[in-house]
């Protein structure tokens, strides 16, 4: 069974940073381009930012650039996002997805809360 | 920057055919990939590549795209399609990817 699980999340303060994780089990990680949507409240979801399977080719929204770095550890079938400068609003509910077009599989979110 | 744009809301009854559309310059040359969404859940792929539908989707949920519109289909709604519906691709660059706004079902 596909699973992905995200952690990281919580409250931080404007300025500050989260490093957000992405744990993923059930089918071959290095095989796969990964992706990060989040989701403001009461908003639709925002693609952030996807990798490809080694790692060689990243993009990112251009709200982020500069602030987030996608990476990912196959030996650990691991994704992550470091994200530095955090600014209001980048509070979102995060997800990890599968995939850099069909999202097929996501994970169940992370809060992540930017507020003084 | 790129944009999709939906209709904020759709209405149907029960039993009857919903449409929801979705139109963006790049869409002639690019899939479109729709998901559904309800309350405090994540997003749900219904139909990806402009008209293929995942395994577990009902086959009342279909697609198509034609020029710069693509359009989700749901033939016969049902009261549990009630949810918001969002239109997913990439820019010309085939780099950058962006959701449609977004458009609420409302079955009633």
């Known amino acids: 069974e596909v699973q992905l699980v995200e952690s990281g999340g919580g409250l931080v303060q404007p300025g500050g940073s989260l490093r957000l994780s992405c744990a993923a089990s059930?089918?071959?990680?290095?095989?796969?381009?990964m992706t990060w949507v989040r989701q403001a409240p009461g908003r639709g979801p925002e693609w952030v930012a996807n990798?490809?399977?080694?790692?060689?080719?990243?993009y990112y929204v251009d709200s982020v650039k500069g602030r987030f770095t996608i990476s990912r550890d196959n030996a650990k079938n691991t994704l992550y996002l470091q994200m530095n400068s955090l600014r209001a609003e980048d509070t979102a509910v995060y997800y990890c997805?599968?995939?850099?077009?069909?999202?097929?599989?996501w994970g169940q979110g992370s809060l992540v809360t930017v507020s003084s | 920057s790129y944009e999709l744009t939906q209709p904020p809301s759709v209405s149907v009854s029960p039993g009857q055919t919903a449409r929801i559309t979705c139109s963006g310059d790049?869409?002639?040359?690019?899939?479109a990939y729709w998901y559904q969404q309800k309350s405090g859940q994540a997003p749900v792929l219904v139909i990806y590549?402009?008209?293929k539908r995942p395994s577990g989707i009902p086959e009342r949920f279909s697609g198509s795209s034609s020029g710069t519109m693509a359009t989700l289909t749901i033939s016969g709604a049902q009261v549990e399609d009630e949810a918001d519906y969002y239109c997913?691709?990439?820019?010309?660059?085939?780099?950058?990817?962006?959701f449609g706004g977004g458009t609420k079902l409302t079955v009633l």
């Open positions: 997805a599968r995939d850099r077009t069909t999202h097929d599989y």
């Open positions: 059930g089918f071959t990680f290095s095989s796969y381009w």
């Open positions: 990798i490809k399977q080694d790692g060689s080719e990243k």
């Open positions: 790049a869409l002639p040359k690019k899939y």
């Open positions: 590549e402009d008209s």
């Open positions: 997913y691709s990439t820019d010309s660059s085939g780099n950058l990817w962006v």
